[in-house]
Structure formats: C-alpha cells, structure tokens
Nanobody, 122 residues
Framework: QVQLVESGGGLVQAGGSLRLSCAAS????????MAWFRQAPGKEREFAAR????????DYTDSVKGRFTISRDNAKNTVYLQMNSLKPEDTAVYYC???????????????WGQGTQVTVSS
C-alpha cells in the first residue's frame, strides 16, 4: 500500500510559478509510474503529466506542454511538478497518482494523494 502526500500548492498571480511535490511512503516508489492529474471546479479530473519509473520518458497534456515539468527523485521517493507561466485556467486541485501502467487514464492508477489546491489569479 502506497501513501502519497502532495504539497506546494497555493495562490499565485498569472505568469507566476509553483513547484508541487508528492512524497510517497509504504511502497517501492521506483516501481511505479507516477502522474499528476488535476480537477477544476465543476469539471472532471484530467491528466496533466506522467513519468516512467526511471524518468526516461515523460508525457504532458497539450495545455501544459512547455510550461510544466514533471520529474522524480527515486532516492527521495518524491515526484515533482514544476509549473511556470501559470494561467487562470490552471486553477484546480492537483493530485499525484501511482500506477503500474504507462497510461493517461486515471483508472490505471491505483494510489492517489489527497490533492493540493492551486489557484491562479488574473
């Protein structure tokens, strides 16, 4: 059983940056594909970024490409999401997730954090 705890969310002005962290415990972090999802008010949860177990492959949804960077440190059992050039439409609760499949769909991720709120003001 893997426990995931996100941190780093907050309120930022448009154009600003935030770095989210997701610390894992209770499992073998390096064996999991890790991903970030987000859910805006009134909308379904959507994929944002994913990274392979070794970090050698990364994938982003189109709306965050060139602005967000996902990375992981297997020695620290942590995955990160560096978010730059933030826009009001990035406002959402951000969740990290761990799974065994290289997938964008949330149903393939077995473990989820509680989420961290990111609010971008215009």
């Amino acid at each position: 059983q893997v426990q995931l705890v996100e941190s780093g969310g907050g309120l930022v002005q448009a154009g600003g940056s935030l770095r989210l962290s997701c610390a894992a415990s209770g499992g073998t972090f390096g064996t999991y594909v890790m991903a970030w999802f987000r859910q805006a008010p009134g909308k379904e949860r959507e994929f944002a970024a994913r990274i392979t177990r070794s970090g050698d492959r990364i994938d982003y949804t189109d709306s965050v490409k060139g602005r967000f960077t996902i990375s992981r440190d297997n020695a620290k059992n942590t995955v990160y999401l560096q978010m730059n050039s933030l826009k009001p439409e990035d406002t959402a609760v951000y969740y990290c997730a761990a799974g065994n499949m290289w997938a964008r769909q949330s149903r393939f991720y077995n473990y989820w954090g509680q989420g961290t709120q990111v609010t971008v003001s215009s």
